[in-house]
């Protein structure tokens, strides 16, 4: 089936959005057949509501292999190298 791009309006908001072909064929491959009721932005705010306002804490750290700065989701203690995504995604 050949799908389309559709400009839908947000539930919360009220802004218009696009609901692109490709979007259109992911939602079809997982058996989903309602369209999305909130644009993007609205989406990422109510799944952090429901999460309680969760909000990853990130820590800076210095990257054992290209020395680079980086954001890590976990306190870095000093007795294990730590890498960027960078290297990280080169090493695994």
């Known amino acids: 089936m050949a799908y ?9 908001c009220g802004c218009d959005f696009e609901f692109t072909a490709s979007e259109q064929e992911f939602y079809a491959s997982k058996g989903l057949t309602n ?18 306002g969760y909000q990853r804490r990130m820590y800076d750290a210095v990257c054992s292999e290209c020395g680079e700065n980086a954001q890590v989701p976990f306190q870095p203690s000093g007795d294990r190298p730590v890498l960027c995504k960078n290297c990280y995604s080169k090493s695994y």
């Open 4 to 12: 389309e791009d559709i400009i839908l309006q947000c539930a919360d």
């Open 35 to 52: 369209q999305p009721k909130r644009c993007k932005p609205c989406r990422n705010a109510k799944k952090s509501q429901s999460r309680g």
